[in-house]
């Protein structure tokens, strides 16, 4: 079987477990969105309802420029958890393949100033995302990708920032 046809059975396989996106407090399900209804363009949490929005924005990890169709990350937080999210400790982030990320809250905060994250579920324009290589290693970043706003070829992305790049996103958890 040819390496193509590996990777398109991988993704086919782990995409059928991708069908929620699943907010946690203290590890207890808050919400869970299925992703048809992400990609519906519209969300209703409670009585809150959110309309995802098109943004170009430039990936400083992977230094491309992309227009990514989502939702706004603070907006969905404060639908989901309530403002009270903003004083809890930190924000956890799964993927689908096991891959953590931990970010401090008020950290998080004080470096998006200026910056707007976007929990998107496609590219414009695409289903999906643009694959991209990582050390001979095919990702795809989907089904849900946090991306944010305003960052330039000038900006250092790295490991230790506090706005992170989630990929592959299944769970967030908010720890207080």
Known sequence: MSVFKILICSFLFLSSFANDLIFTKNDKVVVKIKLQDLKSGRLKIGDYY????????????RAY???YRGYNFFELLDAVYGADWKKAKTINF????????????KRMLDSSKGKQGYISY????????????????IIDPGPIYLVWSNFSGEDKASHGDN?????????????E
């Open 65 to 67: 420029e992309r227009t």
């Open 122 to 137: 496609t590219e414009t324009g695409k289903d999906g995302f643009t694959f991209y290589k990582r050390k001979e290693k």
């Open 50 to 61: 959110i309309g995802s929005l098109d943004k170009t924005l430039f990936n400083a990890w």
């Open 163 to 175: 706005l992170k790049w989630p990929y592959m996103l299944e769970t967030i958890n908010i720890k």
């Open 94 to 105: 799964k993927a689908t393949d096991g891959y953590k990320q931990i970010a401090n809250i």
